[in-house]
């Protein structure tokens, strides 16, 4: 195939409703994408001229370490995306030792303010602020085991395994290391995705996904408010319903022995 060029993946977006003024997150694999000319700066440049100057690009520059952040330096592990949009001189990242965003446009400074204060991905995280923005969520060749909107959902819905860590030997206090040395508490450490993909059937009940093809990529693109609603639904029928059945999980595992006390 021919590689994808900006100009057919500004087409590619903007005809499933990304526009100027959109807010939205980008979930991503570009790999799956097939090839690109440019590769990750294309895609990158792509989106931000469809969102225009009003518009605001939000991608997770997750770093899951317990031993350390330094927000200048600390790679993402969530994709090469986020790792370029990271590395862009108008990025804004948050302050968050685990799970910080990263965001370019208006109101990336707001959306990022006090991060290390919150929940990673509950409730006034910036997944939940973008959400209340009316923010969309954007599934670039993943499915929704990486929409970690999903976890703000299970903070709506006040589960009872939220504060359970991710692996027994997680820390509760993890250093920031930038302009000032901060110990920062984890709040409702974000566990296990690997059932969430369970929440795409109630969201297609619902009508509200648009799907597409960008090169040989699948795409998802939703409101992220439709996302935790039908999260919030999904667990008031079934507690345990976005919980991996793999018994070595320790998240998974001790949350279930939460639910069953």
Excluded at 6 to 33: M, P, Q, Y
Excluded at 161 to 176: E, Q
Excluded at 191 to 201: D, L, Q
């Amino acid at each position: 195939m021919e590689p994808l060029t900006k100009e057919s993946l500004v087409a590619s977006f903007r005809s499933l409703g990304i526009t100027d003024g959109t807010r939205l997150v980008v979930h991503s694999a570009l790999r799956n994408l097939g090839p690109v000319e440019g590769g990750a700066e294309t895609v990158l440049d792509a989106l931000l001229s469809c969102i225009g100057s009003e518009g605001l690009l939000v991608m997770p520059t997750f770093t899951y370490q317990n031993d350390g952040f330094h927000p200048a330096i600390s790679p993402s592990k969530t994709g090469i995306l986020s790792e370029m949009l990271r590395k862009r001189p108008e990025a804004v990242r948050s302050l968050h030792p685990t799970h910080s965003i990263t965001a370019v446009g208006e109101g990336a400074v707001a959306l990022c303010n006090e991060h290390y204060l919150k929940p990673g991905l509950g409730i006034e995280s910036p997944l939940d602020l973008l959400a209340k923005m009316g923010g969309g969520i954007l599934l670039l060749g993943v499915g929704h085991t990486s929409n970690s909107t999903v976890h703000v959902g299970e903070a709506y819905a006040k589960m009872p395994y939220l504060d359970i860590p991710f692996r027994p030997s997680d820390s509760r206090h993890i250093p920031i290391i930038g302009s000032v040395h901060m110990e920062v508490e984890l709040i409702d450490p974000p566990g296990c995705s690997r059932a969430f993909g369970v929440i795409e059937a109630l969201l297609r009940k619902r009508g509200v996904i648009q799907d597409g093809l960008i090169g040989k990529a699948l795409v998802q693109w939703l409101p992220g408010e439709e996302v935790i609603s039908a999260t919030t639904e999904l667990l008031r029928l079934d507690e345990a319903a976005l919980l991996c059945n793999d018994p070595i999980c320790y998240r998974c595992s001790k949350s279930r022995e939460r639910l069953w006390q």
